[in-house]
T-cell receptor, first 114, second 114 residues
Framework: AQSVTQLDSQVPVFEEAPVELRCNYS??????LFWYVQYPNQGLQLLLK??????LVKGINGFEAEFNKSQTSFHLRKPSVHISDTAEYFC????????????FGKGTMLLVSP | DAGVIQSPRHEVTEMGQEVTLRCKPI?????LFWYRQTMMRGLELLIY????????DSGMPEDRFSAKMPNASFSTLKIQPSEPRDSAVYFC????????????FGEGSRLTVL
């Protein structure tokens, strides 16, 4: 079974600063990896995904993530954050086979202040 | 296009009462998922359907919980009788198949059991 660890429950950062949200996963087979974002009082929406190919994945709102198989990581980065990026970010993994559902991490709250 | 529609958005009820949460998935999607979100446990998958058939309900916490999908455009999650520990936000999500893991979430139903 797969699992996801998001090491930071909360990341405070100033506006226009760079940010990295960390995600590590565990699985015995090859995986698909995802980042979802949840704004207050809303459902989750897909930010980006890695299925195969290039290990650097670009998503919406200027975010990107890099798949590192040897480190079993999929960290999310943005070079310059905005106030509007304040939200909870969830890393998720699914196994590359059959009826494999998403397993989510506990989430990282990104707090951007002016 | 309409997204995943959930109702009610908010429900406050007393312990012992029956609660029914409703979901209309995106038209054309053939997979539907019910998740529960709490501060303590994060996002938990309760049950999922493929082509209206329940595939895995191992995440349903107790016999008090039941879910149905009578047709491709409607699903319900029922809790009977409800207990205070059931208080959470319940999300419905839909997708086209399992291949890519891209789930489309509704805005959630916030349940408070007094």
């Amino acid at each position: 079974a797969q699992s996801v660890t998001q090491l930071d429950s909360q990341v405070p950062v100033f506006e226009e600063a760079p940010v990295e949200l960390r995600c590590n996963y565990s699985s015995s087979v090859s995986v698909y990896l995802f980042w979802y974002v949840q704004y207050p009082n809303q459902g989750l929406q897909l930010l980006l995904k890695y299925l195969s190919g290039s290990t650097l994945v670009k998503g919406i709102n200027g975010f990107e993530a890099e798949f590192n198989k040897s480190q079993t990581s999929f960290h999310l980065r943005k070079p310059s954050v905005h106030i509007s990026d304040t939200a909870e970010y969830f890393c998720a993994v699914s196994e590359n086979s059959g009826y494999s559902t998403l397993t989510f991490g506990k989430g990282t709250m990104l707090l951007v202040s002016p | 296009d309409a997204g995943v529609i959930q109702s009610p958005r908010h429900e406050v009820t007393e312990m012992g009462q029956e609660v029914t949460l409703r979901c209309k998935p995106i038209s054309g999607h053939n997979s539907l998922f019910w998740y529960r979100q709490t501060m303590m446990r994060g996002l938990e998958l309760l049950i999922y359907f493929n082509n209206n058939v329940p595939i895995d309900d191992s995440g349903m916490p107790e016999d008090r919980f039941s879910a149905k999908m009578p047709n491709a455009s409607f699903s319900t999650l029922k809790i009977q009788p409800s207990e205070p520990r059931d208080s959470a936000v319940y999300f419905c999500a839909s997708s086209f198949g399992f291949d890519t893991g891209e789930l489309f979430f509704g805005e959630g139903s916030r349940l408070t059991v007094l």
